[in-house]
């Protein structure tokens, strides 16, 4: 699998478990900064290949002709996904003290939320093409 997927798909995947574990705050939130820092890291390990030249892509799925959802880096949209990833972490921290201090109601959905809208940003930064830079842009509509 390549890494642009495995960003996108493993925040997904942290959204899903922090709905199935939302009855438990120290697991939900063990949760939402293991995903948050793991997804930093898929992130970083991008860093070398993309400032050497190279870059990641998916093979594109071709959903009708001449549509196609793919993900490709490039230095800009890897400098984005760094920059959403690093403040994705930092938001988590401060999050689960402030929604614990004013012990707000729907903490689960609030960092099942916020797990997706960060996967549809990461999505954003790696889109290779218009469709798939617009599938993303609606999941992070419907996710705000």
């Given at each position: 699998?390549?890494?642009?997927?495995?960003?996108?798909?493993?925040?997904?995947?942290?959204?899903?478990?922090?709905?199935?574990?939302?009855?438990?705050?120290?697991?939900?939130?063990?949760?939402?900064?293991?995903?948050?820092?793991?997804?930093?890291?898929?992130?970083?390990s991008m860093l070398p290949t993309v400032?050497?030249?190279?870059?990641?892509?998916?093979?594109?799925?071709?959903?009708?002709?001449?549509?196609?959802?793919?993900?490709?880096?490039?230095?800009?949209?890897?400098?984005?996904?760094?920059?959403?990833?690093?403040?994705?972490?930092?938001?988590?921290?401060?999050?689960?003290?402030?929604?614990?201090?004013?012990?707000?109601?729907?903490?689960?959905?609030?960092?099942?939320?916020?797990?997706?809208?960060?996967?549809?940003?990461?999505?954003?930064?790696?889109?290779?093409?218009?469709?798939?830079?617009?599938?993303?842009?609606?999941?992070?509509?419907?996710?705000t």
């Open positions: 699998m390549s890494s642009p997927l495995l960003a996108v798909l493993g925040t997904l995947a942290a959204a899903l478990a922090i709905r199935v574990v939302g009855a438990r705050p120290m697991l939900r939130e063990g949760i939402t900064y293991a995903a948050a820092a793991g997804n930093l890291l898929i992130v970083l400032l050497a030249g190279g870059g990641y892509e998916t093979y594109p799925y071709e959903l009708l002709p001449g549509v196609a959802f793919q993900l490709r880096t490039d230095p800009f949209g890897l400098l984005f996904a760094l920059v959403a990833s690093t403040l994705w972490l930092v938001t988590s921290v401060y999050s689960v003290g402030y929604l614990r201090a004013a012990n707000v109601s729907n903490q689960t959905g609030y960092f099942a939320s916020f797990a997706i809208c960060v996967s549809a940003t990461v999505g954003i930064a790696f889109a290779a093409n218009l469709f798939t830079f617009f599938l993303f842009y609606e999941v992070l509509t419907i996710a």
